[in-house]
């Protein structure tokens, strides 16, 4: 497994919703699913993450406004944005890590599995 593939983004007017998918892992182990995004110049940075049993945790930008999901069945996981602001404006990255428990994972560094990314344009 060397990637995983993103769909969906693109561009909305402020206040607007987003939602992107991401597929390509397998799911032999108990896994942490992350989204992150980076703003040119700065570290990529977590906003949410899911564990393989649904249980969900969100970065000070994620909370409120956007929620991260995975399908039932298969493996797609999601990120629904909502109230779309300039400052959310950047591309976002899926990220897998197995993990043996469910221990939270939150720094770039922890997940070696990524997808290409894919941008978001929040037009004011």
């Known amino acids: 497994q060397s990637h995983l593939v993103e769909s969906g983004g693109g561009s909305v007017q402020a206040g607007g919703s987003l939602r992107l998918s991401c597929s390509g892992w397998t799911s032999r182990s108990n896994y942490c699913l992350g989204w992150f995004r980076q703003v040119p110049g700065k570290q990529r940075e977590a906003v949410a993450v899911?564990?393989?049993?649904?249980?969900?945790n969100y970065a000070e930008s994620g909370k409120g406004r956007f929620t991260i999901s995975k399908a039932r069945y298969g493996n797609t996981l999601y990120l629904q944005m909502s109230g779309l602001q300039d400052e959310d404006k950047t591309v976002y990255y899926c990220?897998?890590?197995?993990?043996?428990?469910?221990?939270?994972?939150?720094?770039?560094?922890?997940?070696?599995?990524w997808g290409q990314g894919k941008q978001a344009t929040v037009k004011s």
């Open positions: 899911i564990h393989y049993d649904g249980s969900t």
């Open positions: 990220a897998v890590k197995v993990v043996g428990s469910t221990t939270w994972l939150w720094r770039e560094s922890d997940y070696a599995i």
